[in-house]
């Protein structure tokens, strides 16, 4: 009896070549640095095991890159979004396609998705809403994020006052009363 192919397939399964081949054949469509085989339906669980192949597994897929795993963001960022906890002493190797930010975070704002960690939904959010990058793409991706974890306004401006401490809380909290605004107005959230 034949098995049947990893969901998700890179370099260290086939030659980078035969994968490549293979998708000009039709066989395998690209996940990021990965293949999946066409009879496949892509999922955040595919997602995930794309990064998981390529990514040391002690880094959480944050911002950008937990966007796309979670289905917010169609297309992978083209520089991956990783962070590392502050208590895990990572090494972090140079990659161009990667950056690391050391966090404290906590385990109940992680959840494994094909293998990898991922930031939750609520703690994307934060995460976008605290960023000094923040333009007309995030804030459809906030807004996906907010629709795909059952998110309200109400919550996360909870979760971010709870918050002591917490570099770039007042930006988060304007842009969230925009956002508020905004989607009743259909207004903007930038800056």
Known sequence: MASRLSPVLSALDLP???????R???????????????????????????????TPRRFIAERRSAAWIHGARLDPPVVHQLCVSLSARAHVPWNPRVTVREVVI?????LLVGGFAVTTPLRTVIDYL???EFGA??????LALMRLGALDPSSCREHLEGRRNLPGK??????????????????????
């Open 16 to 22: 980078r070549e035969e994968l490549q081949a293979a």
């Open 24 to 54: 000009l054949d039709g066989e395998v469509f690209a996940i990021d640095d990965c293949f999946s085989p066409v009879d496949e339906f892509e999922q955040g669980s595919h997602r995930g095991m794309s990064l998981a192949a390529t």
């Open 106 to 110: 906590s385990d109940d704002e992680t």
């Open 130 to 132: 605290r960023s000094s």
């Open 137 to 142: 793409r995030d804030t459809e991706e906030v």
């Open 170 to 191: 007042q930006r988060a909290l304007r842009r969230l009363d925009r956002l508020c605004a905004g989607s009743e107005e259909g207004g903007s959230l930038r800056n």
